[in-house]
């Protein structure tokens, strides 16, 4: 089977923010793309919100956003998995196999994680990922097929701090989300340091495809974050010296092994 991912670095879905506002819809080529991956005219859409567990409100209200775009504006059959709902395998496991696509959100990674190992939910993405379903996400939800990310948490004193969270180990790299915020770039080159890694940094409104042992670029326009453009960077330490470079978008596909070699 073919195995596919797409993670996307962030950018806005449309959602609502009330007195009839919405944000702005960003992340359409990347949306695109996923449905096209799977070959069909009206796949299965799975969508899950565990990166923010065990709030009704906010899982179904990001799923019903999720909702207009692949239900509304792609033909898709949409569905979500409560978090609630992993504990019940039969339940967790139909809805997967239904599944064409699944669709991870943004949110805690760390506490995304937790949930996943503890309710062997981890092992049912492998699985489906094996089986060539198209595994998927923004943020959160784009870093957690990776071996390991950059992750962000705010402190009593509402300040920002970031770590290093073990994730599922699909993809060995080491992934960055929204590099192009404050403080995202510098603490993804200090981990780098202690990571026998290469390191992946997508900025909002950019995505890291990977089929089987190839990957390409596909960036959108940005509408709401303070870049003119979205950008993919590639950086590692070798012999105590940092490199990076910046990785262009293309309709090519090009060769995983040696994005994820340090040679």
Known sequence: MTKKIVAIGGGE???????GKYREY????????????????????????????????????????MKKIYGDMFGCNCMYLKSTELDDMEVVKEKIAWADIIYEGGGDTL??????????FDKVLLDAYNDGKVLCGVSAGAVCWF?????????????????????????DAYITPHTDENGR??????????????????????????????????????????????YVLRGFYQDGKYHEEKLEESTEFKSLEKLLSKN
């Open 13 to 19: 879905n449309g959602r609502y923010l009330g007195n």
């Open 26 to 65: 960003e992340t359409e080529p990347m949306d695109k793309e996923i449905i096209r991956l799977t070959g069909k005219e009206s796949p299965n859409y799975l969508f899950m919100v565990h990166a923010q567990p065990f709030n009704n409100a906010i899982e179904e209200g990001y799923f019903e956003t």
């Open 111 to 120: 506490e995304m994680i937790n949930l996943w190992k503890k309710t062997g």
């Open 147 to 171: 071996n390991s990310c950059n992750s962000d948490s705010v402190t009593s004193d509402n300040d920002v701090t970031f770590s290093s969270v073990d994730c599922l180990n699909f993809i």
């Open 185 to 230: 770039y510098e603490s993804t080159k200090e981990e780098l340091k202690n990571k026998d890694k290469v390191g992946i940094m997508l900025s909002n409104c950019s995505c890291i495809e990977i089929v089987d042992n190839e990957y390409r670029i596909i960036t959108s326009e940005v509408k709401t974050h303070n870049i003119k453009e979205a």
